[in-house]
């Protein structure tokens, strides 16, 4: 065993030989939206994007389905699967079968099995004084996707949000190979601040962030301004809270959109600096033009996250 669940990394490597370890995680959301079709994609987008914030190849899947049979059609659970192996086939692995079983309301997800080099795995912890951190996708889907079974969200907000959760973290991985990659996970149910905490436990480092350059979602800020939150966001606050710093001309609604629960997020790369521009260049070159320099490492200070 190479890495376990001592770390509260992505996922669990298993090395086979010298050259090869398997990557293992496993994962499932209840529905986010009401289309089965997205929902398959989404949830196997955010299964499938533990193998690939390890550094790993996903190689197959296995579906892990709860759903109401006597509630709703077959047709319904065909869509999710059907939405689910477009994605699997799209990250170049395979569908071997799983397990479904009767449930009050639907689950789904996958577990998934990744190949990855041993001197080459992505661990969420190894960042280094002077590292620039790098955020692939933006943040804010969980008080989207909330606020829209209000219908307060406006359909380009909600579309711009589901095309980001779609996609596959692949391409940015397969970038990020070429490059020296100190650490790595990616944001999803913590939230951005839960994660980022993650990689900095143990360490005599901080994480300083700019406000201002992390992106967000649009109109994910005026949902909370409007009220709408989620019940993950008072969980992970208090999970953060006692190793955070923010200035005091900060706003509410900024904290709160660190904390927002992310499904099937953006990766977050500790890089050299002297890397930085080349990443981003190479990030964008690619067409994830969403991704942004949000921060970098230091010796510890105040906090081991400084937000200004």
């Not at 999803?188 to 994660?195: E, I, L, S």
């Not at 629960?261 to 890397?275: E, I, M």
Request: charged content about 20%.
């Amino acid at each position: 065993m190479l890495v376990g669940f001592d770390t509260s990394d992505d996922a669990g490597v298993y090395r086979l030989n010298d050259e090869q370890a398997l990557v293992f995680t496993a994962d499932f959301i209840t529905p986010p939206v009401d289309d089965p079709l997205i929902y398959g994609q989404i949830a196997a987008a955010n299964s499938l994007s533990d193998i690939y914030a390890m550094g790993g190849k996903p190689l197959s899947c296995l579906n892990l389905v709860g759903f109401p049979s006597g509630k709703l059609d077959n047709e319904v659970l065909e869509g999710i699967i059907a939405g689910a192996l477009q994605k699997i086939t799209e990250a170049g692995a395979v569908l071997l079968g799983g397990h479904t079983t009767d449930d009050d309301e639907p689950k789904f997800g996958l577990t998934v099995t990744g190949l990855v080099h041993p001197e080459k795995i992505w661990r969420n912890s190894g960042l280094q004084d002077g590292d620039h951190l790098i955020l692939t996708k933006p943040i804010g889907s969980g008080v989207l996707l909330n606020a829209n079974k209000k219908k307060l969200v406006s359909q380009n907000a909600l579309q711009e949000c589901i095309e980001s959760m779609t996609k596959l973290n692949k391409t940015a991985a397969e970038l990020m190979a070429d490059f020296e990659i100190h650490a790595a996970t990616d944001i999803t149910g913590f939230g951005f601040a839960g994660h980022a905490l993650e990689m900095v436990q143990g360490d005599e480092l901080t994480l300083n962030f700019t406000l201002d350059k992390i992106p967000f979602f649009r109109e994910a800020c005026q949902m909370y301004l409007n009220g709408i939150t989620t019940r993950v966001n008072k969980i992970n606050r208090e999970m953060v809270e006692q190793h955070w710093s923010f200035p005091h001309e900060s706003r509410p609604e900024q904290q709160e959109l660190l904390l927002d629960p992310q499904t099937s997020g953006g990766l977050l790369f500790a890089v050299p600096g002297d890397q930085s521009a080349s990443v981003i260049s190479a990030l964008h070159n690619a067409g994830i033009t969403s991704s942004k320099q949000v921060g970098f490492v230091s010796k510890f200070k105040i906090a081991k996250l400084i937000f200004s």
